[in-house]
T-cell receptor
C-alpha cells in the first residue's frame, strides 16, 4: 500500500538557518505530493504541492521538488524564522481512490 | 464565516457519556473527512463522505458513528469511548476526491476520555 516516510524530529534550529525535511514515498503509479503545516493549536493547512515528476512546489519561502527517480519530495527553506516553528507533514494521493496518506510529521522549533 | 469550523474545540467525557462533534464548511466542497491525530502517530483517516454518501470507513470501531446530513455538515457521534480514544479529531473538506485537490482542515476538537 501507499506510505510516506519522513525524517523524525524534533528538529531545532536557530533563526536564519537552512531547513531540510526529508520525505520519501511508496505508491502505485505517479502520486500527487503535498506538504502540510500545523501551527500550534491549529489544524493542518496546505503549504505546497506538486502533481507530476520534476514539478517544484513553493510557498512562503519553502520549496520541494517531485523526484520520481528517488521517490522523494524533500522540503527546504533557506532562512527560517521563529514563526516557522510548527509540525510539517508530507502526504500523497495515488490511485485508485486518491486518499490522502500522511507521514508521521516532523516537529520544527526555530529559536531566536 | 469561511473555512472549516469544528465545535467544540475541547471536550472531556466519561466512558459512559454520549457526545457529538460537529464540523461545518462554507467552501462549497463536496467531500468531507474525519481524521484522528494521536501523539507520535500518523494521521489516521476514519471516514470519507462524498456528496453526503459514505465512501470510506477505515475499520473504525462502532463506538464512533458519523453522520453527514448535507454536504456542508459532518458529525461524529461518540458513545462508550475508551481512554485510548483521547486524541485530536480533525475534520477536513475538499472540492472532490480527485488526485490533485487539496484538503482544508478545521482546527480540531481535543477529546479527552476519562
Amino acid at each position: 500500500g501507499d506510505s510516506v516516510t519522513q525524517m523524525e524530529g524534533p528538529v531545532t534550529l536557530s533563526e536564519e538557518a537552512f531547513l531540510t525535511i526529508n520525505c520519501t514515498y511508496t505508491a502505485t503509479g505517479y502520486p500527487s505530493l503535498f506538504w502540510y503545516v500545523q501551527y500550534p493549536g491549529e489544524g493542518l493547512q496546505l503549504l505546497l504541492k506538486a502533481t507530476k515528476a520534476d514539478d517544484k512546489g513553493s510557498n512562503k519561502g519553502f520549496e520541494a521538488t517531485y523526484r520520481k527517480e528517488t521517490t522523494s519530495f524533500h522540503l527546504e527553506k533557506g532562512s527560517v524564522q521563529v514563526s516557522d516553528s510548527a509540525v510539517y507533514f508530507c502526504a500523497l494521493k495515488s490511485r485508485p481512490d486518491y486518499k490522502l496518506s500522511f507521514g508521521a510529521g516532523t516537529t520544527v522549533t526555530v529559536r531566536a | 464565516e469561511t473555512g472549516v469550523t469544528q465545535t467544540p474545540r475541547h471536550l472531556v467525557m466519561g466512558m459512559t457519556n454520549k457526545k457529538s462533534l460537529k464540523c461545518e464548511q462554507h467552501l462549497g466542497h463536496n467531500a468531507m473527512y474525519w481524521y484522528k491525530q494521536s501523539a507520535k502517530k500518523p494521521l489516521e483517516l476514519m471516514f470519507v463522505y462524498n456528496f453526503k454518501e459514505q465512501t470510506e470507513n477505515n475499520s473504525v470501531p462502532s463506538r464512533f458513528s458519523p453522520e453527514c446530513p448535507n454536504s456542508s455538515h459532518l458529525f461524529l457521534h461518540l458513545h462508550t469511548l475508551q481512554p485510548e480514544d483521547s486524541a485530536l479529531y480533525l475534520c477536513a473538506s475538499s472540492q472532490d476526491l480527485g488526485p490533485n485537490t487539496e484538503a482544508f482542515f478545521g482546527q480540531g476538537t481535543r477529546l479527552t476520555v476519562v
